[in-house]
């Protein structure tokens, strides 16, 4: 079993049912045929005996020991149990008796077996490094993001709070019924009126998704007042704060790549005297 376990081809097998779980999964829809339905779960059974089978060989050949000393196993094997218990929720008389049992969350935790790749794509597994490498910067750049988030939904309630109205040429305020307690709210779906709203109004406009709609409702209120602040916004929060998230990111993927061809050079004897 140790010679299975060591073999190429024992690899191979071992992602062509990662991928095939993978597509299984995401060949589901909603209101598909009963035929199509039995056929995937059918898959899903097979990917799972095949996984428990990779795991009965490595334990076989490794032992119990050796297999517990390595983290990815343990990780293998955890996906494999969370496995069978889905199967043995969706097979228990209770499935049967409620049909809309959700079994999602522990179908979705199958799909962590993509992480897998990371062991055998050297690509990946650099990206996934500098991502980690770069934890400790991004941590603190996110802390000056959310800074700027409360500052500019403080600055934007100032401004536009309670403005939103048809004086201004809006529509009436619309009712909440389903807020706690219930409310009546801007009928613009982004506005100001508390620190909630303004937080996500904000972070709409960071993310570039259709901003200029609030800013033209926001010039209602004030050309200039609106002009000034959206500029100073989107200056701040776009163009400076999230762009250093991609800085960061890039510069670590340089040092990475330098750190990388400077093994290869000195792996291949580039630093021996002819």
Same mark, same amino acid.
């Given at each position: 079993?140790?010679?299975?376990?060591?073999?190429?081809?024992?690899?191979?097998?071992?992602?062509?049912?990662?991928?095939?779980?993978?597509?299984?999964?995401?060949?589901?829809?909603?209101?598909?045929? !009963?035929?199509?339905? #039995?056929? /995937?779960? %059918?898959?899903?059974?097979?990917?799972?005996?095949? +996984?428990? *089978?990779?795991?009965?060989?490595?334990?076989?050949?490794?032992?119990?020991?050796?297999?517990?000393?390595?983290?990815?196993?343990?990780?293998?094997?955890?996906?494999?149990?969370?496995?069978?218990?889905?199967?043995?929720?969706?097979?228990?008389?209770?499935?049967?008796?409620?049909?809309g049992l959700q079994l999602s969350v522990l179908r979705a935790l199958r799909l962590?077996?993509?992480?897998?790749?990371?062991r055998r794509l050297r690509g990946l597994r650099m990206i996934a490094k500098t991502?980690?490498?770069? !934890?400790?910067?991004? #941590?603190? /750049?996110? %802390?000056?993001?959310?800074?700027?988030?409360?500052? +500019?939904? *403080?600055?934007?309630?100032?401004?536009?709070?309670?403005?939103?109205?048809?004086?201004?040429?809006?529509?009436?305020?619309?009712?909440?019924?389903?807020?706690?307690?219930?409310?009546?709210?801007?009928?613009?779906?982004?506005?100001?009126?508390?620190?909630?709203?303004?937080?996500?109004?904000?972070?709409?406009?960071?993310?570039?998704?259709?901003?200029?709609?609030?800013?033209?409702?926001?010039?209602?209120?004030?050309?200039?007042?609106?002009?000034?602040?959206?500029?100073?916004?989107?200056?701040?929060?776009?163009?400076?704060? /999230?762009?250093?998230?991609?800085?960061?990111?890039?510069?670590? +993927?340089?040092?990475?790549?330098?750190?990388?061809?400077?093994?290869?050079?000195s792996s291949r004897g580039g630093g021996r005297r002819g």
């Amino acid at each position: 079993c140790a010679a299975i376990v060591a073999s190429p081809r024992f690899h191979s097998a071992v992602f062509f049912f990662i991928f095939l779980n993978t597509a299984l999964m995401a060949s589901a829809y909603h209101d598909m045929p !009963a035929s199509m339905e #039995a056929a /995937l779960a %059918a898959g899903d059974l097979v990917c799972t005996a095949a +996984f428990t *089978l990779e795991m009965a060989v490595k334990v076989l050949g490794l032992g119990a020991v050796g297999y517990a000393r390595e983290g990815w196993n343990v990780f293998d094997g955890s996906l494999v149990v969370v496995s069978w218990v889905e199967v043995g929720m969706a097979l228990s008389p209770a499935a049967a008796a409620a049909p809309g049992l959700q079994l999602s969350v522990l179908r979705a935790l199958r799909l962590l077996r993509v992480v897998k790749l990371m062991r055998r794509l050297r690509g990946l597994r650099m990206i996934a490094k500098t991502i980690t490498d770069s !934890a400790q910067q991004i #941590a603190n /750049l996110t %802390a000056i993001l959310v800074l700027v988030i409360f500052c +500019f939904a *403080l600055l934007g309630m100032e401004a536009f709070r309670g403005k939103f109205t048809p004086a201004y040429g809006f529509e009436p305020y619309v009712d909440v019924p389903t807020a706690q307690p219930p409310r009546r709210v801007p009928a613009p779906p982004w506005h100001f009126e508390t620190f909630a709203d303004a937080s996500v109004t904000i972070f709409v406009v960071l993310s570039g998704e259709n901003w200029n709609e609030i800013f033209a409702d926001a010039t209602n209120v004030g050309l200039a007042v609106s002009a000034v602040y959206f500029i100073a916004l989107v200056v701040t929060g776009n163009f400076v704060v /999230l762009n250093l998230f991609i800085a960061i990111l890039l510069g670590n +993927f340089d040092q990475g790549a330098d750190a990388a061809n400077a093994l290869r050079w000195s792996s291949r004897g580039g630093g021996r005297r002819g």
